[in-house]
């Protein structure tokens, strides 16, 4: 007989003399001659009673049955007498399918700290809270697919290995065949020479480069995959390895870009609001109350748009003690970003036109030639949670600020004939998928939405 997910069965139209579900135990009561199992398989955060009595030919088993014990459970969906549900199963074959330890399973039914939780990564994922993150997780996800398919864009892959660094932030983790030790030195001095790729390599920290000269063939595209930084920040906001969305669009301009940051980021809250209200509840419940009224203001409400310029001013009539002093020229905190979103405008802002030498070579310069046509996306709580731009299609101005920030116009080759042939203003941006988890479900650390979290010294599972 097929199993039936419990979610389904939770939401069966009317009862069923037969219907067989798995899951693991949550808790089992026991009353004389009888127990009560409540059963999740994760198909959703809800639970469903199952009613075990002596003339299940197992019967005896249920002595074994701990929380965290897997079961195959068969018998009768039944309308259930008790409040707060509508079925349960009353059980006729019961099959314990893997024990779990009452002693030593470290999930007993109580309230664990975060921090104790993530020492235990490989067995999060089957609590309440955990799993409601990753359904959210995946839920958005498709949203997000749904969202630039509705609208066009093609799905592209970029590279994950990469011989440039995209930000020129110098925050790449290399990657080498090269023995770590006595690797012997050739002729030219350079070790990369013998190296897998001969020359130096690493993990991408943005498949923008690429996803821009695919949009200049394909229109419009967006990536959606991993990207790696070796930021040393412990932050509770940066991961080494975390999912980034990057559309990229030809024949636009930076409005066209704040446009499509806003619209974007409103319906994949719009899509989890409608399709994830039971895992929302828990995190507006018991993680954090003003999660839903939040949500529901960035739906309907406008996105606030000002210039750094704007925003400097906002931040220096501020009477706060920043950490990091305020003045012109000086790159937002994250402490000034969500003062910014939180106090000062209390919904998401869109910073536009920042100093060209906070930002990346490939911004476009503005006609001030002091700033560049950068938006961020700053959201409450969060701070920053978009970063794009309009790109520089001018080829000598393009060739002007690599050389300006440093870099060598060689390893440019083939980015800068993307300017020689049939040049076009494109603009796009790169989101945090993490960042926007954390906005989604109030979760204040982003290794509390991705399952198995990479940060500095945490590489385990
Ligand atoms: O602002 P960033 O560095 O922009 C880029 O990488 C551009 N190449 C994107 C583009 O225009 N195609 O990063 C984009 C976003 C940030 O706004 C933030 O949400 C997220 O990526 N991000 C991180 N998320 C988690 N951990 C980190 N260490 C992150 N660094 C950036
Ligand atoms: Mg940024």
Sequence with gaps: MQRTQILDALNAEGPKAEIRVCGWVRTRRDSKGFSFLELNDGSCLTNIQVIVDESVPTYQVIKDVHTGASVDVRGE?????????????????????????????????KRHTDEFLRTIA??????????????????????VHNFYRERGFFHVHTPILTGSD??????????????????????????????FFGRESSLTVSGQLE??????????????????????????????????????????????????????????????????????????????KELMGRLETLVKEPFARVTYTEAIDILLAAKKDWEYPVSWGCDLQTEHERYLAEEHFRKPVIVRDYPKEIKAFYMRLNDDNKTVAAMDVLVPRIGELIGGSQREERLDVLEARIRETGQNLDDYWWYLDSRRFGSVPHAGFGMGFERLLMMLTGITNIRDVIPFPRTPNNIEF
């Design 77 to 109: 969906l039944v309308e259930s007498p008790g409040k707060g549900q509508r079925w349960e199963v009353r059980c006729t074959e019961l099959i314990l399918l893997g024990v779990a330890d009452a002693e030593t399973f470290p999930l007993q039914k």
């Design 211 to 288: 996803a821009e000269l695919l949009t200049m063939g394909l229109g419009r595209v967006y990536t959606f995959g991993p990207t790696f930084r070796a930021e040393n920040s412990n932050t509770p906001r940066h991961a080494a390895e975390f999912w980034m969305i990057e559309p990229e669009m030809a024949f636009a301009d930076i409005n066209d870009d704040m446009d499509l940051g806003e619209a974007m980021t409103k319906h994949v809250v719009q899509h989890v609001l409608d399709h994830c209200a039971t895992d929302l509840n828990l995190f507006a419940s018991f993680v954090d």
């Design 166 to 195: 995209c930000e020129g932030a110098g925050e790449m983790f290399r990657v080498t065949t090269l023995p770590v030790t006595g690797a012997t030195k050739p002729e030219s001095g350079n070790y990369f020479e013998n190296d």
């Design 122 to 143: 490989h067995l999060r994922p089957r609590t309440n809270k955990y799993g409601a993150a990753f359904r959210i997780r995946s839920e958005a996800s498709y949203a």
